[in-house]
């Protein structure tokens, strides 16, 4: 008697519909003006640096980062070397380590999609469609066109505003006349508020949560005071991750 193999059944891949796209573009509306400043700053900040209109477009197009594209202007060097190299890259990935834990939170969703729809998501992968696919699917739903959705409209957008932000770029000549050097940090702390909002989910307590978050502001601070450059970012998000390691709960946060 032989055993024959047991007939292949394909994974429960999570539905990808039109409604799901629509829906994902409804969800992110409200979060488009401030993208679309934060886009056009960036096209703005590559003008001054001295990348031309193509250049400048083909980064929103091809490397969609957000915060690293704006941080990775003021590291521009016109004469790369080795170090300048690490050192942008180091920063970059400080920045965008992030987008590690949110997507580990989002594991258990992305991993049943379409694994060509996967991979597509994962680079439209930002803080706003992460947001609305997270509350989306902590309601029950589980159309992955949301996120794709979601995701779509928001690179579409970021490229399209580059242009306009890179015109009026060209047309200012200081742009810390016009606050220009502040929405990078006014969108950080923007995007502080839902975390602030969802401290209880580490588990600990609200003064224990916040230590965290304090001690990366202060190591942040002091090592700024200190040193030139950008360094002060990968060392103040390595000191709040490690302190969060380190108290109580640590293993769940």
Known sequence: MSLSAPPHTPPPYAP?????????????LPLLPGISVFGAAFGAGAA???????????SSGLVFAG????????????????????AITLVVFA???????????????????PPRWRWISLFLFTDANWIVGMRYHAEGGRDYGI????????????????????????LIGDPHVWALDMIMPMIF???????????????????LALVPWGVAALTG??????????SFIVVGALSGALTSALLPGGERA
């Open 48 to 58: 001054h640096t001295g990348l031309t209109l193509a250049e400048a477009v083909l």
């Open 95 to 113: 920045i965008n380590a992030r987008m590690i834990l949110m997507g580990a939170a989002l594991h258990h969703w992305i991993k049943t999609a």
């Open 147 to 170: 996120f794709i959705g979601a995701g779509l409209t928001l690179w579409s957008l970021w490229v399209v505003v580059t242009i306009p932000g890179y015109l009026l770029g060209s």
């Open 221 to 230: 601070l002091a090592v700024n005071a200190m040193l030139d450059g950008y």
């Open 67 to 86: 915060a690293a594209q704006l941080v990775s202007l003021a590291l521009w060097q016109q004469d790369w070397t080795l170090a300048s190299v690490l």
């Open 16 to 28: 990808i519909t039109w409604r799901g796209l629509w829906t994902g573009l409804r969800l992110v």
């Open 189 to 207: 702390v923007t995007m502080l508020v839902p975390l602030w909002n969802n401290l209880s989910a580490t588990g600990r307590s609200g003064f």
